[in-house]
């Protein structure tokens, strides 16, 4: 939320400054209770919604191989839990 997007933040690439933005941040970091945090956060998310400063453009390298014959293997990126696979 802070280094990305607030006007002075150190990865804020995009060089997106909205005052509003960094105040909201501001209230999120310094929010005592999850209730404020949540209201502040519900915020952010739209401001960000409506503005679009920056997309993050991400495509995870990985392909699942399946057949019908094959249960139990769950697709995930860090690789294969053979542990519960069946064949048959």
């Known amino acids: 939320l802070k280094s990305p997007l607030v006007s002075d933040g ?7 400054k909205n005052p509003a933005y960094d105040g909201m941040v ?3 970091l310094k929010a005592l209770d999850v209730g404020a945090q949540r209201s502040a956060a519900s915020d952010i998310q739209k401001l960000l919604l409506d503005e679009t400063p920056v997309i993050f453009s991400y495509f995870p390298d990985l392909l699942v191989p399946v057949r ?21």
């Not at 150190?10 to 997106?16: G, L, M, Q, R, T």
């Not at 019908?68 to 048959?88: C, E, F, H, Q, T």
């Open 10 to 16: 150190p990865w804020n690439a995009a060089h997106f």
């Open 26 to 28: 501001t209230s999120y």
């Open 68 to 88: 019908k014959n094959v249960s139990g293997l769950p697709p995930i990126a860090a690789g294969l839990l053979l542990d519960r696979v069946s064949l048959g």
